[in-house]
């Protein structure tokens, strides 16, 4: 996937100083690649990415104490634009491991279901609203987690969609992105 015109153009009008930009959308639908895509775009500025998969607190970390950790300890991190240093969560061992420590960069980059958390408004430049089909989503989902997300999987969807609609992430994005 490349950065397609719209969003090249949001990029090149917030590259100047130090961007943070917000990466959002349901499971499967290509945050993660999209990501990769706008870094490599920013390029030959250094670029960190924060996997929200990092953050949350297990299958239920989406409607837990993510946004008290995103606004008491993500959120200062990034106004400060210094190194950041955030939990991580194993998913074989289901508790958080060793901390994550992501060095000073030119931009930062939050990326996956969760990232456009309002409590993030404040710092972010850019959110980017990233969409596809919900059966493209489902096949990407299983192709790259296999079938131990079977049993999560409902569960997930209903946490995603009910945050999607109280948060209303993909109306207030800046840019949306389909990646059928």
């Known amino acids: 996937m490349a950065v397609p015109a719209d969003l090249a153009a949001a990029l090149d009008e917030v590259a100047a100083g130090w961007p943070v930009i917000l990466v959002d959308g349901p499971a499967g639908a290509g945050k993660s690649t999209l990501a990769a895509d706008i870094a490599e775009y920013l390029a030959p500025r250094s670029v960190g990415v924060i996997h929200m998969d990092d953050l949350y607190d297990g299958w239920d970390g989406l409607s837990g104490d993510l946004g008290d ?61 990233v969409e596809a089909d919900p059966q493209v989503c489902a096949r990407r989902w299983r192709d790259r987690d296999g079938p131990a997300m079977n049993e999560y999987a409902d569960r997930w969807r209903e946490q995603q969609d009910a945050h999607f609609q109280r948060y209303r992430t993909r109306e207030r994005a800046d840019v949306t992105v389909v990646t059928d």
Do not use: C, K, M
Request: hydrophobic share 50%.
């Open 69 to 129: 950790y995103l606004a008491e300890e993500i959120e200062p991190q990034l106004r400060a634009g210094d190194e950041i240093v955030h939990r991580s969560y194993d998913w074989h061992a289901g508790a958080f491991g060793a901390q994550v420590h992501l060095p000073a960069t030119d931009v930062v980059i939050l990326e996956g279901v969760g990232a456009g958390h309002p409590t993030l408004a404040d710092v972010a430049d850019l959110l980017v609203w």
